[in-house]
């Protein structure tokens, strides 16, 4: 009821002879109350006795008794009754009959419909402090709202032809409430066995005996918040039922789809597992909101239905696959068993977070690996010198290629010598051990987009290595160490992972009739850490896992001198890499995930052809600049199986996406002697993958000879 303050104002006019005067006054005379409906009266409680319908125990917002003092003129439709602590003793109690009235308020005490009462009303509004109780077999047409703090307890079943929206608290204790419409509850729902409605739209708690919700007729649910039950969250009863799964759904128990057929479940945007009993993968739908959100159902503990996107592939150049798988495989057999109790999990993309992450974020230090360190390139020992330069054999490093590309794990130096066909005297060596000492410095940057249902990744990674290396003859062999770090983040913001990696090897170059062979062993360790932001950030799940790798490798190349100071090598390489990797489980938030350890093995091809140009300064010191273009391929082999947990139950992964895959470089560089026995190098690439990633490189070195 609304108060409105209405004035009326009386003038008078007045008009003398003697002064011929216009005398005006006025006067306030009335100020009324106006309510909203046509003779409709608020009454607040006074209650002497227990009765409602007892005008005696009602006063009027003046503090008046009704007037006339008659049941029969108070409690009609258009009345509204205010129940509070304001007067009275007794809490209200409406008893047998039918009966229609406005709105009722509770605001303290409880208000008990009781003995078959039919209500009919603009609507029960239940406040802090205030409670509601219906007993034995009541009925209410009208909307009923309890607010935050208010309390209503079903002792009976109830039928209620209207909306509920509880934000307090609805104790059913296994009591029937039929014939909602629609239930909007933002507050606790605690034995819930028998409810029933049409539409429930749940964000907070709804708790069952036996089942969270039974509905015996068509349901439309939407949930973000728990809905739990002893045997199931939810058992539905008819076909053609609509769930509606948002961030933050919990289903305690799962849902029993009870063989029914024509449901759809939809899920939001992140990433879920859910239970199921009793689920058809024909006859019913399931939607997901975008290509990013990630759905495993698993009954007792197997997956029967999956709907996600495959996890990007490792680029060709990976020497770290996957530390834990992230896809499912959709299986079609159901089982009818009932599940062990899982939570539907929104992870916040955990497939980016973690299997699917560390899988192109493992790429990235694997190119840091091939960015600097590997074997000799196919080009080192440049034939581009003229064999009669006069100061070849003083030119230590005059004929160092330096550069090398991204894909090879290892770089080397063939410094400090010149071929031997064009050395001034053969089998010469330029300085008095034969040694050449090597830094580099590197870095690199990658891109992928989002697809197959995962995020778009960003990354980048930096780090130095060491070497030396001694000629032996028409070989040159070699060892370094080095290391880095390197950052990934999914660009939604569900998470990131960070890591280093430490690395050594050894490496051999030949370089003989134009004939080039290079050969290397590659052997590091890993150490990462992965963070998953949960519900916007309301959680952060943790974890770390570690490895190890190892990659052998072989090229072959064969230089074409084009002709004076310009040459080109066509070459082909073979890669593997075996990669190890312990468990992988985090902590920190209520969905916590883990993976079992995992071997992963990769082959790598590389087709190259590098052109390189050498020219001589007026000081005799040499110059080199290259570039060059590749093709590469690479195909993981093995098992691709996983186990991983989610909450507390296991079910089987398995590497989604392409297993093999193709891409293209280009790069340019240079090498550039600045004293007798000192050369500064550097070089960048570019690559493109056929999964649409894109990566750049860079690195800067130094070379001493001694």
């Known amino acids: 009821m609304s108060v409105e303050l209405v004035f009326w104002v009386s003038v008078m006019l007045r008009f003398t002879s003697v002064r011929s005067a216009l005398l005006l006054s006025a006067s306030l005379v009335i100020v009324s109350l106006v309510t909203d409906g046509a003779g409709a009266v608020d009454y607040t409680w006074y209650g002497n006795t227990t009765s409602f319908i007892s005008a005696s125990n009602w006063r009027d917002l003046a503090g008046n008794l009704p007037s006339p003092l008659s049941n029969s003129a108070t409690f009609v439709p258009t009345n509204n009754f205010i129940i509070d602590a304001v007067n009275g003793s007794f809490n209200p109690t409406l008893s047998g009959g039918t009966i229609s009235l406005g709105t009722i308020t509770v605001s303290d005490f409880t208000l008990t419909l009781n003995n078959n009462v039919r209500l009919t009303t603009a609507g029960i509004i239940v406040n802090n402090g205030g409670g509601l109780s219906t007993r034995v077999n009541t009925g209410v047409t009208g909307n009923i709202t309890v607010n935050?703090?208010?309390?209503?307890?079903?002792?009976?079943?109830?039928?209620?032809?209207?909306n509920v929206t509880n934000a307090g608290t609805l104790t059913l204790g296994g009591n029937a409430v039929t014939g909602i419409g629609t239930l909007t509850n933002s507050g606790t729902v605690t034995g819930s066995d028998g409810l029933q409605a049409a539409t429930i739209v749940n964000s907070g708690t709804i708790t069952g005996t036996t089942y969270g919700l039974s509905p015996t007729s068509a349901l439309t649910l939407t949930n973000s918040g728990t809905i739990s039950g002893g045997t199931a969250a939810v058992r539905l009863g008819v076909n053609g039922n609509t769930i509606n799964i948002n961030p933050g759904s919990v289903f305690t128990g799962g849902i029993d789809y009870n063989n029914t057929t024509g449901n759809t479940t939809a899920f939001g945007a992140g990433s879920y597992t859910l239970a199921v009993q009793n689920y058809s993968t024909t006859g019913n739908t399931v939607t997901t909101a975008n290509a990013s959100t990630v759905v495993n159902m698993t009954s007792n503990g197997a997956v029967v239905y999956s709907a996600t996107g495959a996890p990007p592939v490792q680029p060709a150049a990976a020497a770290v696959p996957a530390a834990a798988a992230p896809a499912v495989t959709p299986a079609p057999v159901v089982s009818t068993t009932p599940t062990t109790t899982i939570n539907v999990v929104n992870m916040a993309s955990v497939t980016n977070s973690t299997a699917v992450q560390s899988s192109s974020y493992a790429s990235n230090i694997s190119g840091m690996i091939g960015d600097v360190m590997a074997i000799g390139d196919l080009t080192s020992g440049v034939s581009g010198a003229s064999s009669d330069s006069g100061d070849a054999g003083s030119n230590v490093l005059g004929y160092v290629e330096i550069v090398k590309p991204k894909s090879k794990p290892v770089a080397a130096i063939d410094a400090a010598?010149?071929?031997?066909?064009?050395?001034?005297?053969?089998?010469?060596?330029?300085?008095g051990a034969g040694n050449v000492f090597w830094s580099r410095a590197f870095g690199g940057a990658q891109y992928t987009p989002a697809q197959n249902g995962s995020g778009a990744l960003s990354s980048y990674y930096y780090g130095a290595a060491i070497g030396i290396d001694h000629?032996?003859?028409?070989?040159?062999?070699?060892?370094?160490?080095?290391?880095?770090?390197?950052?990934?983040?999914v660009l939604d913001g569900s998470g990131d992972m960070d890591g280093s990696v430490v690395f050594g090897g050894l490496?051999?170059?030949?370089?003989?009739?134009?004939?080039?062979?290079?050969?290397?062993?590659?052997?590091?360790k890993l150490s990462n850490n992965s963070k998953r932001y949960i519900n916007n950030g309301a959680q952060t799940a943790t974890g770390s896992f570690g490895g190890l790798f190892v990659a052998p490798e072989a090229a072959l190349g064969y230089r074409f001198e084009l002709t004076d100071g310009w040459d080109v090598v066509p070459s082909v390489k073979l890669r593997y890499t075996g990669s190890f990797y312990d468990g992988y489980s985090e902590t920190g938030s209520t969905q916590n995930v883990a993976y079992s350890d995992q071997s992963v093995h990769m082959f790598d091809e590389r087709a190259q052809i590098k052109l390189t140009h050498t020219e001589q300064s007026d000081t005799g010191l040499k110059q080199q600049y290259y570039v060059q273009g590749s093709v590469q391929g690479s195909q993981r082999v093995g098992d691709s199986n996983l186990n991983a947990t989610v909450s507390g139950t296991s079910y089987a992964v398995t590497a989604s996406g392409d297993k093999s895959l193709l891409a293209g470089s280009v790069g340019a560089g240079f090498d550039l002697n600045v004293t007798q026995a000192a050369a500064v190098y550097g070089g960048a690439d570019a690559t493109f993958y056929t999964n649409g990633a894109q990566a750049v490189a860079g690195r800067v070195g130094l070379k001493l000879s001694f």
Not at 148 to 162: C, E, F, K, M, P
Not at 417 to 431: E, F, S
Not at 507 to 524: A, E, K, R, V
């Open 148 to 162: 935050a703090g208010g309390l209503w307890t079903v002792n009976s079943a109830i039928g209620v032809t209207g």
């Open 417 to 431: 010598i010149a071929k031997p066909q064009t050395m001034p005297a053969q089998g010469q060596v330029v300085d």
């Open 471 to 489: 000629r032996f003859d028409t070989w040159r062999l070699g060892a370094y160490l080095g290391g880095g770090k390197a950052s990934q983040g």
């Open 507 to 524: 490496y051999g170059h030949n370089d003989q009739n134009d004939f080039i062979t290079d050969l290397g062993l590659s052997l590091g």
